[in-house]
T-cell receptor
Framework: EPEVTQTPSHQVTQMGQEVILRCVPISNHLYFYWYRQILGQKVEFLVSFYNNEISEKSEIFDDQFSVERPDGSNFTLKIRSTKLEDSAMYFC?????????????FGPGTRLTVL | GESVGLHLPTLSVQEGDNSIINCAYSNSASDYFIWYKQESGKGPQFIIDIRSNMDKRQGQRVTVLLNKTVKHLSLQIAATQPGDSAVYFCAEKGRDDKIIFGKGTRLHILP
């Protein structure tokens, strides 16, 4: 069964450093998403991406964040200058379409720890 | 506004019994709801969904009930097994393409 994969599984970085989280969505999916989950809290939407551009972003997704689909398979989330409060699990998701009933499939997540 | 929440942070159920996990939502315009299961160290896993034009939908050992009058959603798991231990989130597909998650209920299975 196809699945969303993410690397690395755990990333430790110093405050102020740049990090890139990587995702490989399901191959025939067209819509891509990033979510985050701070420890013990609910999963929060960050951004959605379609046709090589951001279709929607939340207030969390400020200028420090960016997304990119550098090739036909990868989807990345970059945090330019990490802050302590960026420590969280980051989940990538993908869906075939964006209709209201189209299922988003989630990857296993990357745990980001900012020291 | 758009928000989805769950009634209880934890629920303990005897193995073999049925589990009922509840969720209340506030946006009466919501038209699509999803239940996700999240095991420790993993991402949310789709369980079952329901559209607002339905009251009930059944899957394998799971049933979702939707009461639009009181804006209440529930997930029923039949014959709960140890592998059902996880955090369960109800979620709403918003007006656009983002999913809005509730806070989650941790389901403990008692032997």
């Amino acid at each position: 069964e196809p699945e969303v994969t993410q690397t690395p599984s755990h990333q430790v970085t110093q405050m102020g450093q740049e990090v890139i989280l990587r995702c490989v969505p399901i191959s025939n999916h067209l819509y891509f998403y990033w979510y985050r989950q701070i420890l013990g809290q609910k999963v929060e939407f960050l951004v959605s991406f379609y046709n090589n551009e951001i279709s929607e972003k939340s207030e969390i997704f400020d200028d420090q964040f960016s997304v990119e689909r550098p090739d036909g398979s990868n989807f990345t989330l970059k945090i330019r200058s990490t802050k302590l409060e960026d420590s969280a699990m980051y989940f990538c998701a993908s869906s075939l379409a964006v209709s209201s009933t189209d299922t988003q499939y989630f990857g296993p997540g990357t745990r980001l720890t900012v020291l | 506004g758009e928000s989805v929440g769950l009634h209880l942070p934890t629920l303990s159920v005897q193995e073999g019994d049925n589990s009922i996990i509840n969720c209340a939502y506030s946006n009466s315009a919501s038209d699509y709801f999803i239940w996700y299961k999240q095991e420790s160290g993993k991402g949310p896993q789709f369980i079952i969904d329901i559209r607002s034009n339905m009251d009930k939908r059944q899957g394998q050992r799971v049933t979702v009930l939707l009461n639009k009058t009181v804006k209440h959603l529930s997930l029923q798991i039949a014959a709960t097994q140890p592998g059902d231990s996880a955090v369960y989130f109800c979620a709403e597909k918003g007006r656009d393409d983002k999913i809005i998650f509730g806070k989650g209920t941790r389901l403990h299975i008692l032997p």
